[in-house]
């Protein structure tokens, strides 16, 4: 069982992660993504990803633009040019907060 403690201090830089990676993407398409790449460890509740998603828009960091879809609106959040150096360091971050924390409960693993 993953800890939702944890998840709430990584969900924005793994939504950024997959941003990053995907060029585009919309909320329900970051849920399932993060499911299938935890093989259903991780459940993305809406109530967890779109506080995180609008503190990113806010933050400036995400671009929003929204594309109507037959009858219904869709978000895409992407990475505007001008802060994927601020992206890539908030991935930065989180890659060695985790290499701490693995040093601390005394993990080994591959470097990141």
Not at 40 to 48: N, Q, S, V
Not at 72 to 76: A, H, S, V
């Given at each position: 069982m993953?800890?939702?403690?944890?998840l709430k201090?990584?969900?924005r830089?793994?939504?950024?992660?997959?941003?990053?990676?995907?060029?585009?993407?919309?909320?329900?398409q970051?849920t399932?993504k993060?499911?299938e790449?935890?093989s259903?460890?991780?459940?993305?509740?809406?109530?967890?990803l779109?506080?995180a998603?609008?503190?990113?828009?806010?933050?400036?960091?995400?671009h929003?633009?929204?594309?109507?879809?037959?009858n219904?609106?869709?978000?895409?959040y992407?990475?505007?040019?001008q802060?994927?150096?601020?992206?890539?360091?908030?991935?930065?971050?989180i890659?060695?907060?985790?290499?701490?924390l693995?040093?601390?409960?005394?993990?080994?693993?591959?470097?990141i």
């Open positions: 993953f800890s939702n403690e944890i201090g990584s969900i830089p793994l939504i950024i992660k997959l941003i990053k990676e995907n060029g585009r993407m919309y909320g329900y970051i399932q993060v499911k790449i935890s259903d460890t991780i459940i993305l509740t809406e109530g967890a779109y506080p998603l609008h503190k990113l828009v806010k933050d400036g960091i995400l929003v633009e929204t594309k109507q879809i037959g219904r609106e869709r978000k895409y992407s990475i505007p040019p802060q994927d150096r601020t992206a890539t360091a908030k991935l930065e971050e890659k060695q907060s985790i290499q701490i693995a040093q601390l409960f005394d993990i080994k693993t591959n470097p």
